[in-house]
T-cell receptor
């Protein structure tokens, strides 16, 4: 099974609404990252949260990390049609160097 | 601006062919990675390299090999392509200094093996 698993697998919302997706992982980590992938393209880094951080903001993105529950959430506020994409969490495990382990992703559809 | 390029966006090959996927980064990054992406499975690491001529197996190296003769170029080789290697292949790079944890991805190569 995967180190990072996203929930839900798919999400459909109206423009202006908030979108929340969750990520769970199994082993201790150095950091957790969220990436976005537009259809058929490469991944783009969104935000990184370190294991000693609990919350981080970047524009309309808010990420939380709960190391006791081995889980993270990504909140996109005031969503736009351009936010339609797949979102992946990736964990850097302790002593894994720069290697990341990705989850299966959450597909988000923002309807105009 | 950071840039990772991959030699082809789409590729169609026949079973048994030798396939080369090329990745080039212009950021002087030390680390380079090859992933494959399949629906519902996310990205899985095939091979990675921390330096020129260095390579390490990832989680699913079987059926693949790699080459890193120059710092900017990391090649993925399918010695004898099989239909179960039909997938999206993504290359990424990262630095060992500064923003060392962020990986920068290429646009991907969608490979179909017939």
């Amino acid at each position: 099974s995967q180190q990072g698993e996203e929930d839900p697998q798919a999400l459909s919302i109206q423009e202006g609404e908030n979108a929340t997706m969750n990520c769970s992982y199994k082993t201790s980590i150095n950091n957790l990252q969220w990436y976005r992938q537009n259809s058929g393209r490469g991944l783009v880094h969104l935000i990184l949260i370190r294991s000693n951080e609990r919350e981080k903001h970047s524009g309309r993105l808010r990420v939380t990390l709960d190391t006791s529950k081995k889980s993270s959430s990504l909140l996109i506020t005031a969503s736009r049609a351009a936010d339609t994409a797949s979102y992946f969490c990736a964990t850097e495990r302790i002593a894994a160097g720069n290697k990341l382990t990705f989850g299966g992703g959450t597909r988000v559809l923002v309807k105009p | 601006d950071v840039k990772v390029t991959q030699s082809s966006r789409y590729l169609v090959k026949r079973t048994g062919e030798k396939v080369f996927l090329e990745c080039v980064q212009d950021m002087d990054h030390e680390n380079m990675f090859w992933y494959r992406q399949d629906p519902g499975l996310g990205l899985r690491l095939i091979y990675f390299s921390y330096d020129v001529k260095m390579k390490e197996k990832g989680d699913i190296p079987e059926g693949y090999s790699v080459s890193r003769e120059k710092k900017e170029r990391f090649s993925l080789i399918l010695e004898s392509a099989s239909t179960n290697q039909t997938s999206m292949y993504l290359c990424a790079s990262s630095t060992q200094a500064g923003q060392r944890d962020t990986q920068y991805f290429g646009p991907g190569t969608r490979l179909t093996v017939l």
